[in-house]
């Protein structure tokens, strides 16, 4: 069994910050990639920012780009997302994604977290 597990999530003013927190733990031989997505209401699920193996390469929405920085701890499992100069739009159910190799089952797959709920609001 392989679990991902997110925190960081709340409440928080316009222009204020948060930092979300996404430890990958169970069965896991290789973590690939891991990311954050977002859903917003009524509104499909959208890529935030991803990281490969030992942060080496990152990748971003347009709408994040200069504001949320992506980084892991592979000795953790653990990927970050820290999210500056917050907006209403970033409002959204926050998901953890991770493409990872299970001891269990001895191939690549994704698995989520169950999300964490960013809510930017004066």
């Known amino acids: 069994q392989v679990q991902l597990v997110e925190s960081g999530g709340g409440l928080v003013q316009p222009g204020g910050s948060l930092r979300l927190s996404c430890a990958a733990s169970g069965s896991i031989f290789s973590i690939y990639v891991m990311g954050w997505y977002r859903q917003a209401p009524g509104k499909q699920r959208e890529l935030v920012a991803t990281?490969?193996?030992?942060?080496?390469?990152?990748t971003y929405a347009e709408s994040v780009k200069g504001r949320f920085t992506i980084s892991r701890d592979d000795a953790k499992n653990t990927v970050y997302l820290q999210m500056n100069s917050l907006k209403s739009e970033d409002t959204a159910v926050y998901y953890c994604?991770?493409?990872?190799?299970?001891?269990?089952?001895?191939?690549?797959?994704?698995?989520w977290g169950q999300g964490t709920q960013v809510t930017v609001s004066s």
């Open positions: 994604n991770a493409l990872l190799i299970s001891t269990a089952t001895a191939r690549a797959d994704n698995y």
């Open positions: 990281v490969t193996g030992s942060g080496r390469t990152t």
